[in-house]
């Protein structure tokens, strides 16, 4: 490799890493504030429950709007159960919605890193935890506390929920699909390394309900 291009490849490597050091020193500003989301998505459930003309419909425009960046204003961990896509449960449209999908809206290292993404390198200042009302998830836990292959790994992080929600008044299915997401948050607000943007941001669980369409949200 010739002097030059030597040069050109350190000077490269130099001017990134700059970038990155100055991107984790200087955090992008919230793209909404954790409250004023919370009220977003709170409208939007809105308009998909009571089957009001939907807002948040992707087009070309929006598409072209949205391909050289993103500032989603809030960070969805869902189940990946598909009646349940966070877009349209909220109606909202491309690039407003950073979502982490996985069957039970469980976490891992993977999912913990995606949201301390979100929040510290694209804005979002709310998390909430959406679980749904019937989850197969929970319900396989609830019959045992093994299953065959990897869900084998879902009914296993499901059974704290499974034991704190035991005895319980109600159906059992809705109080540890409730308690399942409150401890998935609760465990978001204990595992995340988000700095001192900690302060801004807001956590919250929260139930969707397929019969009426509406999110019901728990106390954070």
């Known amino acids: 490799m010739k002097t030059t291009s030597k040069l050109t490849v350190f000077a490269t490597i130099a001017c990134l890493s700059v970038a990155a050091l100055a991107l984790a020193a200087d955090p992008p500003a919230a793209s909404v504030p954790a409250d004023a989301a919370l009220a977003k998505l709170k409208e939007g ?35 990946a159960d598909s009646r349940t896509g966070p877009e349209l449960v909220f109606d909202q449209n491309l690039g407003e919605l950073f979502v982490v999908r996985t069957a039970g809206n469980l976490i891992d290292d993977h999912a913990l890193g995606t949201i301390e993404y979100g929040v510290g390198n694209l804005g979002a200042r709310l998390i909430v935890v959406l679980g749904h009302g019937r989850c197969g998830a929970v319900k396989a836990a609830l ?26 008044p109600g159906n059992a299915l809705d109080a540890t699909i409730t308690e399942n997401a409150r401890q998935v948050a609760a465990q978001i607000k204990a595992k995340a390394e988000l ?26």
């Open 45 to 79: 459930n809105l308009r998909f429950a009571t089957s009001d003309v939907s807002k948040g419909k992707p087009t070309a425009a929006r598409r072209k709007e949205t391909a050289e960046a993103q500032h989603p204003f809030a960070i969805i961990v869902a189940c």
């Open 143 to 168: 019959a045992s506390d093994h299953a065959p292959g990897h869900i084998d790994s879902l009914v296993r992080d499901i059974q704290p929920a499974v034991k704190a929600a035991k005895g319980k």
């Open 195 to 220: 700095g001192d943007l900690a302060r801004e941001v807001r956590i919250v669980s929260a139930i969707y309900n397929f019969d009426t369409g509406k999110v019901e949200w728990d106390k954070d």
